[in-house]
């Protein structure tokens, strides 16, 4: 059975950091892309950043170009999202989801691309 569970979220003060943790089970990673996502009510789900498992290739919305970073753990089947001075705006429910196959870095951000998806974890950003 597939399935990502997402793990790290919580309350933290402008300027903190979190992170975030997918960890996938009932597949193998190396031939899926994994994407971090995010929404606030009443707004389309964002495409924060994505990673080409196999390769490590990262592609980064510009919203979060330079404060987060995606990494992952082979041996832990496992997706980070580092996220560091955080801001208001960040909060929202965070969400990793898995893709399979070799797909371009724009494609990757897109929500509706997803095969699979974790159940969410929230962040607040608050003071």
């Known amino acids: 059975q597939v399935q990502l569970v997402e793990s790290g979220g919580g309350l933290v003060q402008p300027g903190g950091s979190l992170r975030l943790s997918c960890v996938a089970s009932?597949?193998?990673?190396?031939?899926?892309?994994i994407g971090w996502f995010r929404q606030v009510p009443g707004k389309e789900r964002e495409g924060l950043s994505s990673?080409?498992?196999?390769?490590?290739?990262?592609y980064y919305a510009e919203s979060v170009k330079g404060r987060f970073t995606i990494s992952r753990d082979n041996a832990k089947n496992t997706v980070y999202l580092q996220m560091n001075s955080l801001k208001p705006e960040d909060t929202a429910v965070y969400y990793c989801?898995?893709?399979?196959?070799?797909?371009?870095?724009?494609?990757?951000?897109?929500?509706?691309?997803?095969?699979?998806w974790g159940q969410g974890t929230q962040v607040t950003v608050s003071s």
């Open positions: 989801a898995a893709l399979k196959g070799y797909f371009g870095g724009s494609f990757l951000m897109r929500p509706s691309n997803y095969d699979y």
């Open positions: 009932g597949f193998t990673l190396d031939y899926y892309a």
């Open positions: 990673i080409r498992y196999s390769s490590g290739s990262t």
